[in-house]
Protein backbone atom coordinates (compact mmCIF):
# COMPACT_ATOMS: atom_id res chain seq x y z
CA UNK A 1 0.00 0.00 0.00
CA UNK A 2 1.24 3.40 -0.51
CA UNK A 3 1.64 6.05 1.57
CA UNK A 4 -0.67 8.21 2.05
CA UNK A 5 -0.17 12.07 2.81
CA UNK A 6 -0.79 13.87 5.70
CA UNK A 7 -0.26 17.42 6.97
CA UNK A 8 1.74 17.22 10.25
CA UNK A 9 0.25 20.36 11.62
CA UNK A 10 -3.16 19.61 10.64
CA UNK A 11 -2.73 15.97 12.57
CA UNK A 12 -1.24 16.98 15.35
CA UNK A 13 -3.89 20.62 16.00
CA UNK A 14 -5.83 18.86 18.64
CA UNK A 15 -2.60 19.17 21.11
CA UNK A 16 -2.65 23.16 19.97
CA UNK A 17 -2.32 25.49 22.87
CA UNK A 18 -1.02 29.29 22.92
CA UNK A 19 -0.70 32.14 24.99
CA UNK A 20 -4.39 33.36 24.40
CA UNK A 21 -6.06 29.76 25.11
CA UNK A 22 -3.78 29.13 28.17
CA UNK A 23 -4.52 32.65 29.51
CA UNK A 24 -8.36 31.79 29.15
CA UNK A 25 -7.92 28.14 30.79
CA UNK A 26 -6.01 29.95 34.38
CA UNK A 27 -9.62 32.36 34.60
CA UNK A 28 -11.51 29.23 34.26
CA UNK A 29 -9.36 27.36 36.52
CA UNK A 30 -9.45 30.16 38.81
CA UNK A 31 -13.29 30.01 39.53
CA UNK A 32 -13.44 26.16 39.11
CA UNK A 33 -10.26 25.99 41.73
CA UNK A 34 -12.83 28.55 44.32
CA UNK A 35 -15.35 26.23 43.57
CA UNK A 36 -13.81 23.18 44.69
CA UNK A 37 -12.59 24.68 48.05
CA UNK A 38 -15.83 25.36 48.62
CA UNK A 39 -17.97 22.54 47.51
CA UNK A 40 -15.87 19.04 46.73
CA UNK A 41 -15.43 16.85 49.30
CA UNK A 42 -12.32 15.40 47.35
CA UNK A 43 -10.33 17.81 46.24
CA UNK A 44 -8.91 20.66 48.26
CA UNK A 45 -8.16 19.15 51.30
CA UNK A 46 -7.40 20.94 54.54
CA UNK A 47 -3.94 19.64 56.70
CA UNK A 48 -3.54 20.26 60.60
CA UNK A 49 -0.78 22.39 59.75
CA UNK A 50 11.40 11.06 57.69
CA UNK A 51 10.15 8.80 55.15
CA UNK A 52 8.64 9.82 51.92
CA UNK A 53 6.59 7.49 49.69
CA UNK A 54 6.04 8.53 46.21
CA UNK A 55 4.19 6.64 43.50
CA UNK A 56 7.86 5.30 42.07
CA UNK A 57 9.76 5.04 44.94
CA UNK A 58 10.38 5.05 48.70
CA UNK A 59 12.94 6.63 50.53
CA UNK A 60 13.97 7.04 53.84
CA UNK A 61 16.61 8.67 55.81
CA UNK A 62 17.03 10.82 58.92
CA UNK A 63 16.83 14.62 58.64
CA UNK A 64 18.73 16.83 60.87
CA UNK A 65 18.04 20.47 61.47
CA UNK A 66 20.21 23.37 61.20
CA UNK A 67 18.33 26.43 62.21
CA UNK A 68 18.78 29.50 60.65
CA UNK A 69 21.55 30.41 62.42
CA UNK A 70 24.13 27.84 61.11
CA UNK A 71 27.01 29.07 59.89
CA UNK A 72 26.88 26.66 57.02
CA UNK A 73 24.68 27.85 53.80
CA UNK A 74 21.51 25.14 53.78
CA UNK A 75 19.02 24.93 56.68
CA UNK A 76 19.04 21.11 56.58
CA UNK A 77 20.83 18.12 56.17
CA UNK A 78 19.83 14.32 54.95
CA UNK A 79 21.42 11.64 56.44
CA UNK A 80 21.54 7.82 55.77
CA UNK A 81 18.76 8.27 53.26
CA UNK A 82 18.09 4.85 51.04
CA UNK A 83 16.07 5.06 48.11
CA UNK A 84 14.21 2.06 46.76
CA UNK A 85 11.41 1.47 43.24
CA UNK A 86 8.59 0.29 44.65
CA UNK A 87 7.59 -2.32 41.99
CA UNK A 88 4.59 -3.61 40.14
CA UNK A 89 3.90 -6.31 42.00
CA UNK A 90 3.99 -4.17 45.19
CA UNK A 91 1.15 -1.61 44.02
CA UNK A 92 -1.19 -4.82 42.69
CA UNK A 93 -0.91 -6.58 46.16
CA UNK A 94 -3.11 -5.83 49.16
CA UNK A 95 -2.06 -3.09 51.98
CA UNK A 96 -0.11 -5.64 54.60
CA UNK A 97 2.36 -6.63 51.56
CA UNK A 98 2.96 -3.48 50.42
CA UNK A 99 3.52 -2.36 54.39
CA UNK A 100 5.18 -5.06 55.59
CA UNK A 101 7.58 -4.35 52.47
CA UNK A 102 7.89 -0.38 53.80
CA UNK A 103 8.06 -1.42 57.28
CA UNK A 104 11.40 -3.54 56.21
CA UNK A 105 13.30 -1.14 54.47
CA UNK A 106 12.39 1.38 57.40
CA UNK A 107 13.79 -1.15 59.90
CA UNK A 108 17.16 -1.37 57.86
CA UNK A 109 18.01 2.61 57.66
CA UNK A 110 16.83 3.17 61.53
CA UNK A 111 19.07 -0.36 62.24
CA UNK A 112 22.09 2.09 60.39
CA UNK A 113 20.76 5.13 62.54
CA UNK A 114 21.15 2.85 65.73
CA UNK A 115 24.87 2.17 64.91
CA UNK A 116 25.52 6.09 63.64
CA UNK A 117 23.73 7.95 66.06
CA UNK A 118 23.08 5.57 69.23
CA UNK A 119 19.70 5.61 69.24
CA UNK A 120 18.48 4.44 72.58
CA UNK A 121 16.14 1.54 72.12
CA UNK A 122 13.79 2.54 74.53
CA UNK A 123 12.78 5.86 73.58
CA UNK A 124 10.29 6.81 70.36
CA UNK A 125 11.72 7.31 67.69
CA UNK A 126 9.16 10.37 66.05
CA UNK A 127 9.01 9.82 62.23
CA UNK A 128 7.33 12.51 59.62
CA UNK A 129 6.11 10.54 56.44
CA UNK A 130 5.40 11.94 53.23
CA UNK A 131 2.80 10.05 51.12
CA UNK A 132 2.11 11.49 47.57
CA UNK A 133 -1.45 10.55 47.44
CA UNK A 134 -4.91 11.77 48.35
CA UNK A 135 -5.58 11.62 52.19
CA UNK A 136 -7.91 12.92 54.72
CA UNK A 137 -6.77 13.87 58.28
CA UNK A 138 -8.03 15.26 61.49
CA UNK A 139 -4.63 15.80 62.90
CA UNK A 140 -1.06 15.80 61.63
CA UNK A 141 -0.29 12.78 63.07
CA UNK A 142 -3.02 10.51 61.34
CA UNK A 143 -4.34 10.28 58.16
CA UNK A 144 -6.73 8.01 55.97
CA UNK A 145 -5.94 7.48 52.45
CA UNK A 146 -8.18 7.85 49.94
CA UNK A 147 -8.18 6.40 46.51
CA UNK A 148 -4.64 6.28 45.26
CA UNK A 149 -4.26 5.85 41.46
CA UNK A 150 -0.95 5.56 39.77
CA UNK A 151 -1.35 2.31 39.45
CA UNK A 152 -1.91 1.00 42.41
CA UNK A 153 -4.46 -1.64 44.05
CA UNK A 154 -4.92 0.10 47.49
CA UNK A 155 -8.45 1.32 47.85
CA UNK A 156 -9.65 3.74 50.25
CA UNK A 157 -10.04 4.28 53.88
CA UNK A 158 -6.79 3.15 54.93
CA UNK A 159 -5.24 3.79 58.37
CA UNK A 160 -1.70 5.33 57.03
CA UNK A 161 -0.04 5.44 60.33
CA UNK A 162 -1.28 2.41 61.72
CA UNK A 163 -0.24 0.33 58.67
CA UNK A 164 3.15 1.60 58.70
CA UNK A 165 3.75 1.19 62.54
CA UNK A 166 2.42 -2.87 61.90
CA UNK A 167 5.21 -3.35 59.02
CA UNK A 168 7.66 -1.43 60.87
CA UNK A 169 7.33 -3.87 63.92
CA UNK A 170 7.82 -6.88 61.98
CA UNK A 171 11.09 -5.86 61.72
CA UNK A 172 12.38 -4.52 64.28
CA UNK A 173 14.64 -5.78 66.44
CA UNK A 174 15.40 -5.46 70.45
CA UNK A 175 17.97 -2.99 70.23
CA UNK A 176 15.85 -1.02 68.25
CA UNK A 177 13.42 1.89 69.19
CA UNK A 178 9.95 2.25 68.72
CA UNK A 179 8.35 4.50 66.04
CA UNK A 180 6.14 7.39 66.78
CA UNK A 181 4.75 8.72 63.91
CA UNK A 182 4.79 12.44 64.65
CA UNK A 183 3.47 13.86 61.14
CA UNK A 184 1.92 12.82 58.18
CA UNK A 185 1.42 15.17 54.91
CA UNK A 186 0.90 14.72 51.17
CA UNK A 187 3.70 15.39 49.13
CA UNK A 188 2.81 18.45 47.59
CA UNK A 189 2.13 19.32 51.15
CA UNK A 190 5.58 18.46 52.67
CA UNK A 191 7.02 20.57 49.26
CA UNK A 192 5.57 23.64 50.36
CA UNK A 193 7.05 23.36 53.96
CA UNK A 194 10.26 22.31 52.44
CA UNK A 195 10.40 25.82 50.52
CA UNK A 196 9.26 28.37 53.04
CA UNK A 197 11.64 26.82 55.46
CA UNK A 198 14.67 26.88 53.11
CA UNK A 199 13.31 29.88 50.46
CA UNK A 200 15.79 32.38 50.71
CA UNK A 201 12.87 35.66 51.36
CA UNK A 202 15.31 38.78 50.25
CA UNK A 203 11.93 41.43 51.80
CA UNK A 204 8.66 41.35 51.92
CA UNK A 205 8.17 41.99 48.53
CA UNK A 206 9.06 37.80 48.39
CA UNK A 207 6.70 35.19 49.24
CA UNK A 208 6.98 31.30 49.32
CA UNK A 209 3.66 30.91 47.83
CA UNK A 210 3.15 27.57 46.77
CA UNK A 211 4.40 23.87 46.56
CA UNK A 212 4.33 22.03 42.65
CA UNK A 213 4.78 18.71 41.87
CA UNK A 214 4.58 17.67 37.63
CA UNK A 215 6.54 14.18 38.18
CA UNK A 216 5.28 10.78 38.10
CA UNK A 217 1.34 12.68 38.91
CA UNK A 218 1.14 16.44 39.12
CA UNK A 219 -0.36 18.07 42.17
CA UNK A 220 -0.10 21.37 44.28
CA UNK A 221 -0.60 22.97 47.88
CA UNK A 222 -1.47 26.50 48.44
CA UNK A 223 -2.28 28.50 52.06
CA UNK A 224 -6.27 29.35 51.23
CA UNK A 225 -8.51 31.21 54.16
CA UNK A 226 -10.42 28.81 56.18
CA UNK A 227 -13.25 30.51 54.92
CA UNK A 228 -13.13 29.17 51.64
CA UNK A 229 -13.24 25.69 52.42
CA UNK A 230 -16.30 23.67 52.81
CA UNK A 231 -17.76 23.56 56.45
CA UNK A 232 -16.92 19.96 57.06
CA UNK A 233 -13.29 20.19 56.00
CA UNK A 234 -12.52 22.97 58.54
CA UNK A 235 -10.44 20.78 60.94
CA UNK A 236 -11.83 20.89 64.46
CA UNK A 237 -9.09 23.05 66.27
CA UNK A 238 -7.24 25.69 64.86
CA UNK A 239 -4.07 28.01 66.41
CA UNK A 240 -4.91 32.03 66.10
CA UNK A 241 -3.34 35.26 66.89
CA UNK A 242 -4.53 37.44 69.76
CA UNK A 243 -7.31 39.47 67.74
CA UNK A 244 -7.36 37.28 64.39
CA UNK A 245 -10.61 36.58 62.53
CA UNK A 246 -10.35 32.48 62.33
CA UNK A 247 -12.14 32.92 59.06
CA UNK A 248 -8.83 34.95 57.98
CA UNK A 249 -6.75 32.13 58.95
CA UNK A 250 -4.38 31.00 56.09
CA UNK A 251 -4.17 26.68 56.12
CA UNK A 252 -2.18 24.39 54.10
CA UNK A 253 -4.48 22.51 51.29
CA UNK A 254 -3.90 20.19 49.20
CA UNK A 255 -5.74 20.79 46.01
CA UNK A 256 -5.44 16.96 44.33
CA UNK A 257 -5.99 19.54 41.47
CA UNK A 258 -5.63 16.49 39.05
CA UNK A 259 -8.88 14.64 40.21
CA UNK A 260 -11.87 14.79 37.76
CA UNK A 261 -12.90 18.14 39.07
CA UNK A 262 -10.66 19.97 37.25
CA UNK A 263 -11.65 18.27 33.91
CA UNK A 264 -15.04 21.06 32.82
CA UNK A 265 -12.50 23.43 31.87
CA UNK A 266 -10.42 21.65 29.83
CA UNK A 267 -13.42 19.70 27.91
CA UNK A 268 -14.81 23.47 27.53
CA UNK A 269 -11.32 24.35 25.91
CA UNK A 270 -11.37 21.99 23.45
CA UNK A 271 -7.58 20.57 25.16
CA UNK A 272 -9.13 16.93 25.44
CA UNK A 273 -8.46 15.19 22.48
CA UNK A 274 -9.00 12.23 20.96
CA UNK A 275 -6.00 10.02 22.26
CA UNK A 276 -6.39 11.60 25.87
CA UNK A 277 -9.94 10.36 25.70
CA UNK A 278 -8.09 6.58 24.45
CA UNK A 279 -5.71 7.16 27.07
CA UNK A 280 -8.17 7.56 29.59
CA UNK A 281 -10.66 4.12 28.49
CA UNK A 282 -7.41 2.33 29.02
CA UNK A 283 -6.56 3.49 33.09
CA UNK A 284 -7.23 1.96 36.17
CA UNK A 285 -9.68 4.06 36.84
CA UNK A 286 -10.94 5.86 33.80
CA UNK A 287 -12.27 10.06 34.04
CA UNK A 288 -10.27 10.09 37.92
CA UNK A 289 -7.50 11.96 36.78
CA UNK A 290 -7.69 13.94 33.63
CA UNK A 291 -5.33 16.67 34.27
CA UNK A 292 -2.69 14.10 35.09
CA UNK A 293 -3.07 12.39 32.09
CA UNK A 294 -2.31 15.56 30.07
CA UNK A 295 0.65 17.14 32.24
CA UNK A 296 2.69 14.02 34.08
CA UNK A 297 5.33 11.63 33.99
CA UNK A 298 3.48 8.23 34.55
CA UNK A 299 1.53 9.04 31.42
CA UNK A 300 2.97 11.08 28.34
CA UNK A 301 5.37 8.45 27.03
CA UNK A 302 1.48 6.55 26.56
CA UNK A 303 -0.09 9.57 24.94
CA UNK A 304 2.91 9.48 22.84
CA UNK A 305 2.77 5.95 21.92
CA UNK A 306 -0.94 6.48 21.04
CA UNK A 307 -0.62 9.53 18.42
CA UNK A 308 2.47 7.53 17.26
CA UNK A 309 0.96 4.37 16.22
CA UNK A 310 -2.48 6.70 15.12
CA UNK A 311 -0.23 8.47 13.03
CA UNK A 312 1.63 5.63 10.91
CA UNK A 313 -1.65 3.87 11.09
CA UNK A 314 -3.29 6.97 8.51
CA UNK A 315 -0.24 7.18 6.92
CA UNK A 316 0.74 3.90 6.10
CA UNK A 317 -2.48 1.94 6.93
CA UNK A 318 -3.37 -0.37 9.60
CA UNK A 319 -1.84 -3.62 8.50
CA UNK A 320 1.72 -1.53 9.12
CA UNK A 321 0.67 -0.60 12.26
CA UNK A 322 -0.04 -4.02 13.27
CA UNK A 323 2.69 -5.30 12.58
CA UNK A 324 4.81 -2.65 14.01
CA UNK A 325 7.25 -3.96 17.23
CA UNK A 326 5.64 -5.82 19.89
CA UNK A 327 6.64 -3.01 22.57
CA UNK A 328 5.06 -0.29 20.18
CA UNK A 329 1.84 -1.89 20.12
CA UNK A 330 1.78 -2.11 24.18
CA UNK A 331 0.52 0.14 26.94
CA UNK A 332 3.38 1.59 28.20
CA UNK A 333 5.63 0.74 25.45
CA UNK A 334 6.59 4.35 24.78
CA UNK A 335 8.36 5.71 27.92
CA UNK A 336 8.85 9.55 28.92
CA UNK A 337 11.86 9.22 30.02
CA UNK A 338 12.94 8.19 25.93
CA UNK A 339 11.09 11.01 24.64
CA UNK A 340 12.06 13.73 27.21
CA UNK A 341 15.36 13.45 25.86
CA UNK A 342 14.16 12.78 21.93
CA UNK A 343 14.98 15.99 19.84
CA UNK A 344 17.37 16.92 17.04
CA UNK A 345 20.77 17.36 18.59
CA UNK A 346 20.02 15.62 21.98
CA UNK A 347 23.49 14.70 23.81
CA UNK A 348 21.72 11.18 23.21
CA UNK A 349 22.75 10.69 19.66
CA UNK A 350 20.85 10.95 16.34
CA UNK A 351 16.93 10.87 16.61
CA UNK A 352 16.77 8.15 14.02
CA UNK A 353 19.37 5.77 15.40
CA UNK A 354 17.43 6.30 18.86
CA UNK A 355 14.17 5.14 17.11
CA UNK A 356 15.41 2.18 15.38
CA UNK A 357 17.51 0.84 18.40
CA UNK A 358 14.36 1.37 20.49
CA UNK A 359 11.82 -0.32 18.66
CA UNK A 360 14.19 -2.58 16.10
CA UNK A 361 12.46 -3.89 12.95
CA UNK A 362 13.67 -7.58 12.83
CA UNK A 363 14.33 -9.48 9.20
CA UNK A 364 10.70 -10.96 9.91
CA UNK A 365 8.88 -7.75 11.13
CA UNK A 366 10.48 -6.00 7.89
CA UNK A 367 9.21 -8.94 5.24
CA UNK A 368 5.69 -8.48 6.66
CA UNK A 369 5.63 -4.79 6.23
CA UNK A 370 7.13 -4.91 2.88
CA UNK A 371 8.96 -1.60 1.94
CA UNK A 372 8.10 -0.41 5.73
CA UNK A 373 11.41 1.36 7.59
CA UNK A 374 11.99 3.33 10.37
CA UNK A 375 12.91 6.83 8.70
CA UNK A 376 14.05 10.37 8.98
CA UNK A 377 10.36 11.82 8.87
CA UNK A 378 9.21 9.10 11.19
CA UNK A 379 11.95 10.08 13.81
CA UNK A 380 10.83 13.79 12.97
CA UNK A 381 6.91 13.00 13.47
CA UNK A 382 7.55 11.18 16.81
CA UNK A 383 9.92 13.95 18.26
CA UNK A 384 6.73 16.73 16.85
CA UNK A 385 4.76 15.08 19.15
CA UNK A 386 6.62 14.87 21.70
CA UNK A 387 7.42 18.32 21.65
CA UNK A 388 3.39 18.76 20.80
CA UNK A 389 2.52 17.07 24.13
CA UNK A 390 5.33 18.70 26.43
CA UNK A 391 4.11 22.31 25.08
CA UNK A 392 0.28 21.68 26.01
CA UNK A 393 1.81 19.96 29.25
CA UNK A 394 3.70 23.27 29.87
CA UNK A 395 0.61 25.61 29.26
CA UNK A 396 -1.96 23.49 31.14
CA UNK A 397 0.71 23.45 34.31
CA UNK A 398 1.34 27.49 33.39
CA UNK A 399 -2.53 28.03 33.53
CA UNK A 400 -3.47 25.91 36.66
CA UNK A 401 -0.34 27.74 39.03
CA UNK A 402 -1.99 31.07 38.09
CA UNK A 403 -5.30 29.72 38.12
CA UNK A 404 -4.62 28.57 41.84
CA UNK A 405 -3.11 31.71 42.99
CA UNK A 406 -5.09 33.69 42.15
CA UNK A 407 -7.90 31.47 43.71
CA UNK A 408 -5.46 32.09 46.65
CA UNK A 409 -5.95 36.14 46.21
CA UNK A 410 -2.28 35.99 45.52
CA UNK A 411 -2.74 38.06 41.85
CA UNK A 412 -4.92 41.40 42.35
CA UNK A 413 -7.88 41.73 40.15
CA UNK A 414 -7.57 38.70 38.43
CA UNK A 415 -11.13 37.40 38.85
CA UNK A 416 -12.44 41.17 37.74
CA UNK A 417 -9.87 41.85 34.94
CA UNK A 418 -8.20 44.56 36.70
CA UNK A 419 -4.87 46.39 36.34
CA UNK A 420 -2.48 46.54 38.80
CA UNK A 421 0.23 49.52 38.83
CA UNK A 422 2.81 47.01 39.75
CA UNK A 423 4.34 48.57 42.34
CA UNK A 424 4.41 47.44 46.19
CA UNK A 425 7.19 48.28 48.98
CA UNK A 426 8.82 51.25 47.47
CA UNK A 427 8.12 50.03 44.13
CA UNK A 428 9.16 46.95 43.74
CA UNK A 429 7.16 44.21 41.70
CA UNK A 430 6.12 41.38 44.53
CA UNK A 431 7.25 38.27 43.55
CA UNK A 432 5.52 35.16 44.36
CA UNK A 433 7.66 31.80 44.18
CA UNK A 434 6.56 28.92 43.50
CA UNK A 435 8.31 26.26 44.42
CA UNK A 436 8.69 22.91 42.23
CA UNK A 437 10.22 19.33 41.96
CA UNK A 438 9.40 16.43 40.03
CA UNK A 439 11.59 14.63 37.01
CA UNK A 440 8.95 15.72 34.51
CA UNK A 441 8.91 19.08 34.86
CA UNK A 442 12.63 18.96 35.20
CA UNK A 443 13.94 16.95 32.37
CA UNK A 444 11.02 16.61 30.01
CA UNK A 445 12.57 18.27 26.87
CA UNK A 446 12.09 22.07 28.05
CA UNK A 447 9.43 21.81 29.93
CA UNK A 448 10.25 23.80 32.63
CA UNK A 449 10.84 26.63 30.24
CA UNK A 450 8.05 26.58 28.53
CA UNK A 451 6.28 26.75 31.75
CA UNK A 452 7.49 29.89 32.83
CA UNK A 453 7.00 31.37 29.42
CA UNK A 454 3.34 31.02 29.55
CA UNK A 455 3.30 32.38 32.99
CA UNK A 456 5.27 35.95 32.10
CA UNK A 457 3.74 35.92 28.96
CA UNK A 458 -0.04 35.61 30.61
CA UNK A 459 0.13 38.24 33.36
CA UNK A 460 1.26 40.54 30.35
CA UNK A 461 -1.64 40.10 28.81
CA UNK A 462 -3.96 40.00 31.47
CA UNK A 463 -2.83 43.39 33.01
CA UNK A 464 -2.84 44.82 29.77
CA UNK A 465 0.30 45.73 28.63
CA UNK A 466 1.03 46.92 32.03
CA UNK A 467 3.65 46.19 34.80
CA UNK A 468 1.93 42.97 36.29
CA UNK A 469 1.63 43.38 39.95
CA UNK A 470 3.33 40.68 40.49
CA UNK A 471 6.05 37.98 39.21
CA UNK A 472 5.46 34.56 39.36
CA UNK A 473 8.70 32.40 39.67
CA UNK A 474 9.12 28.62 39.38
CA UNK A 475 11.81 27.76 42.06
CA UNK A 476 13.55 24.41 42.29
CA UNK A 477 12.77 22.99 45.48
CA UNK A 478 13.98 19.29 45.15
CA UNK A 479 13.48 16.56 47.86
CA UNK A 480 10.84 18.54 49.18
CA UNK A 481 8.61 15.10 50.09
CA UNK A 482 11.41 13.90 52.62
CA UNK A 483 13.15 17.30 54.05
CA UNK A 484 9.29 18.60 54.36
CA UNK A 485 8.37 15.67 56.62
CA UNK A 486 11.46 15.95 58.35
CA UNK A 487 10.82 19.91 58.90
CA UNK A 488 7.30 18.77 60.27
CA UNK A 489 8.13 16.73 63.14
CA UNK A 490 9.58 19.14 66.02
CA UNK A 491 6.61 21.37 64.61
CA UNK A 492 4.33 18.21 65.63
CA UNK A 493 6.10 17.63 68.82
CA UNK A 494 6.06 21.21 70.03
CA UNK A 495 2.28 21.11 69.57
CA UNK A 496 2.01 17.64 71.27
CA UNK A 497 3.88 19.19 74.55
CA UNK A 498 1.84 22.44 74.53
Given amino acids: MSPTTIDLDDF???????????????????????????????????????????????????????????AVPQRLNRLLEHSWPIQDHLKNENSESLFAWI????????????????????????????????????????ATLMAMGKGFAITSDLDLG???????????????????????????????????????????????????????????????????????KRPAAISVLPGQDVDEVMIAVNTEWSINGSAPPLRKLGLISRWDEQLDRAGEAPGFQPLEYMTAGRYLGELARLIFVDYISAVHGVETAVRLPERLRQRFGLSTTFISRFYPKSPEGCILKRLEDEFPLNAVDSDEQGSFRWTEELAHVLYRISHAIEVRAAGIIAASTVGLLSCAGEIPSWADGGVGNGDVDGGLVKELAVGYTGGCIQYFQNYLADTQRFIDGILEMQFEGQR???????????????????????????????
Fill in 103 to 142: GDQVAHVVRKGCSAFHLPPDEPLPMGVTFSFPMKQSSLSE
Fill in 162 to 232: GHLLRGYEKYRTANMPPIHIAAISNDAVSTLVSFIYQFPVAGAHQKAAMGLIVGTGSNATIPLKLSSLHPS
Fill in 468 to 498: PPVKVLLSPCHDGGITGAGILVPAALASESA
Fill in 12 to 70: LSPLHIDANLVLELARELAWTFGRLSANSLDQFLPTPISESIGGTNLRVGFVELLGSSS
